[in-house]
């Protein structure tokens, strides 16, 4: 069975840059077909996508968040990491690693199979 | 902010049936295909239907997907106390090249 799990400070400051892993097991990360992704969750609110990266290292990012964002993966540890530079208060959530299936083949399939329990990162001086 | 819409909250008794809509675009629901999620209070959202009417293995079939043109709709029939939950609808945009999400409609078991 797939597990995925996040690990990071659960305490960043604001202007300074977040980082959490995404540790896959019971799987490949290189399995081709999946894309893995990063969402998160402001408290009492919904979900937000961040992007998305391949074991090649092809991304996609939400654009509201590009200019900030950094997905990389590490297929010899099959992890894969997310950077989030310049952080406020609004970047206070629960962040999501999962699988992202994901398929351009005339109609794009585009969905999110498994996912980790979900990490709560508070920015806050 | 979501660009997909959902009315943020539904109510009903046990047994009734519960429809939630999802409102979008072109670029998204009218061109792609819609899944939706279910998250149970505390926990992380989970797969309930993929491409737009379609049951991943071991979700009930009390719960149905469809879609029209730029809008989707998930109902729940034979409503039960454990479907409490937050539901959202998802999918992909073309023009944001992007993964959006809906708005998140609670479900209340009165």
């Known amino acids: 069975q797939l597990q995925l799990q996040e690990s990071g400070p659960g305490l960043v400051k604001p202007s300074e840059t977040l980082s959490l892993t995404c540790t896959v097991s019971?799987?490949?990360?290189?399995?081709?077909?999946?894309?893995w992704g990063w969402i998160r969750q402001p408290p009492g609110k919904g979900l937000e996508w961040i992007g998305s990266?391949?074991?090649?290292?092809?991304?996609y990012y939400n654009p509201s968040l590009k200019s900030r964002v950094t997905i990389s993966v590490d297929t010899s540890k099959n992890q894969f990491s997310l950077k989030l530079s310049s952080v406020t208060a609004a970047d206070t959530a629960v962040y999501y690693c999962a699988r992202h299936v994901f398929t351009m083949i005339v109609v794009v399939t585009s969905f999110f199979d498994y996912w980790g329990q979900g990490t709560l990162v508070t920015v806050s001086s | 902010q979501s660009v997909l819409t959902q009315p943020p909250s539904a109510s009903g008794t046990p047994g009734q049936r519960v429809t939630i809509s999802c409102s979008g675009s072109?670029?998204?629901?009218?061109?792609?295909?819609v899944y939706w999620y279910q998250q149970l209070p505390g926990t992380a959202p989970k797969l309930l239907i993929y491409r737009n009417n379609q049951r991943p293995s071991g979700v009930p079939d009390r719960f149905s997907g469809s879609k029209s043109g730029t809008s989707a709709s998930l109902a729940i029939s034979g409503l039960r106390s454990e479907d409490e939950a937050d539901y959202y609808c998802?999918?992909?945009?073309?023009?944001?090249?992007?993964?959006?999400f809906g708005t998140g409609t609670k479900v209340t078991v009165l």
């Open positions: 998802a999918a992909w945009d073309d023009s944001l090249s992007g993964q959006v």
């Open positions: 019971g799987g490949s990360i290189s399995s081709s077909s999946y894309y």
């Open positions: 072109s670029s998204n629901i009218g061109s792609n295909y």
């Open positions: 990266i391949y074991y090649s290292g092809s991304t």
